[in-house]
């Protein structure tokens, strides 16, 4: 199976590193500084769980086309970029491919849906911590590499059982879903929560889940999440919210959301997809959604990065 990595960031720069470590054949593309690191120096994983490696030579390019007709590509790019990359890959897929999204948010698969058809479209969900810490090195936090990923369908294809089977060998907790939609909501719940919380309040989540008016709003934006979600049609039970504020009280105290390491970095937000997200899909189906509303609007000035 060839693989185009599109965005090597810390999800695609990870997942593409432990592909490629096992003998995959992983293609990356890349840009600036960290493009050129690549090129240099190769790709450098450091996991104080899984070990420090690095990548040598890395198969790395800043265009698509020259990688040429891909089995499969893994799309880790911010919310911002995806139209643009969808008509940047046009001519790399086949009639075959198969395009799997790692991004943020459950609008997505909507957009390279209607870009590339339904049949195209997998579904997948990355739960990881990792970010680029330098040009050429992404820096994984904790032990968690979890991918799930399925058919929109619900079938096991062939490609979702290679797929699977290669992700298993790269020592990925990889799982397969007979119901996407489901587990992209799932994600989407805890995400909104988390980086909604992290973000407003700049804080990690320990202080947060501990006060009882911080843990309180914690939960409110998951819930509103979960109403938005159901109105939809999405098969989530009434009280998943509640389900994952106590999964809130599992993880590290230090945990924060790469919502919260963008704004401190000021880098541009994905505000508009996670907590913007459960707004403006609120108001087609009729839920009303303060809190998630509150962040939005407060994290506003701060939405298209720091102006130097």
């Known amino acids: 199976m060839k693989i185009l990595m599109m965005g090597s960031g810390g999800v695609g720069g990870l997942f593409g590193a432990r592909l490629a470590h096992?003998?995959?054949?992983?293609?990356?593309?890349?840009?600036?500084?960290?493009?050129?690191?690549?090129?240099?120096?190769?790709?450098?994983?450091?996991s104080q769980v899984h070990g420090d490696f690095c990548l040598t030579p890395v198969k790395v390019s800043e265009d698509p086309?020259?990688?040429?007709?891909?089995?499969?590509?893994?799309?880790?790019?911010?919310?911002w970029d995806t139209h643009l990359?969808?008509?940047?890959?046009?001519?790399?897929i086949g009639p075959h491919t198969a395009i799997l999204s790692l991004q943020n948010g459950v609008v997505k698969d909507d957009i390279l849906r209607a870009v590339f058809g339904a049949k195209a479209v997998m579904g997948g969900v990355a739960y990881v911590g990792t970010h680029i810490a330098r040009p050429g090195v992404i820096h994984q936090v904790g032990g968690l590499q979890r991918l799930v990923l399925g058919e929109y369908d619900g079938t096991l294809s062939e490609r979702v059982k290679t797929l699977h089977a290669l992700l298993l060998k790269a020592n990925i907790q990889a799982e397969i879903s007979t119901d996407i939609q489901r587990t992209l909501w799932e994600k989407y719940t805890f995400l909104v929560g988390l980086s909604g919380c992290t973000a407003s309040m700049r804080s990690t989540i320990g202080p947060i889940r501990q006060h009882p008016q911080s843990r309180a709003f914690l939960l409110s934006l998951m819930q509103e999440a979960v109403a938005v979600g159901r109105a939809l049609g999405v098969d989530l039970p009434e009280d998943y919210a509640g389900n994952r504020l106590a999964f809130a009280?599992?993880?590290p105290a230090s945990m924060d959301s790469s919502l919260h390491h963008d704004l401190k970095q000021?880098?541009?937000l994905e505000v508009e997809w996670l907590a913007g997200g459960v707004v403006s899909l609120g108001q087609?189906?009729?839920?009303?959604?303060?809190?998630?509303?509150?962040?939005?609007?407060?994290l506003s000035l701060q939405a298209q990065g720091r102006v130097d």
């Open 266 to 268: 000021g880098n541009r």
């Open 284 to 298: 087609k189906v009729g839920v009303p959604t303060p809190c998630n509303r509150a962040v939005w609007d407060i």
């Open 65 to 79: 086309l020259s990688v040429g007709v891909v089995d499969c590509v893994i799309l880790g790019v911010k919310l």
């Open 85 to 92: 990359v969808a008509e940047k890959i046009k001519p790399i």
């Open 249 to 251: 009280d599992t993880v």
């Open 22 to 46: 096992i003998g995959a054949d992983v293609h990356f593309v890349a840009r600036g500084a960290h493009l050129a690191a690549m090129r240099e120096h190769g790709l450098k994983i450091e």
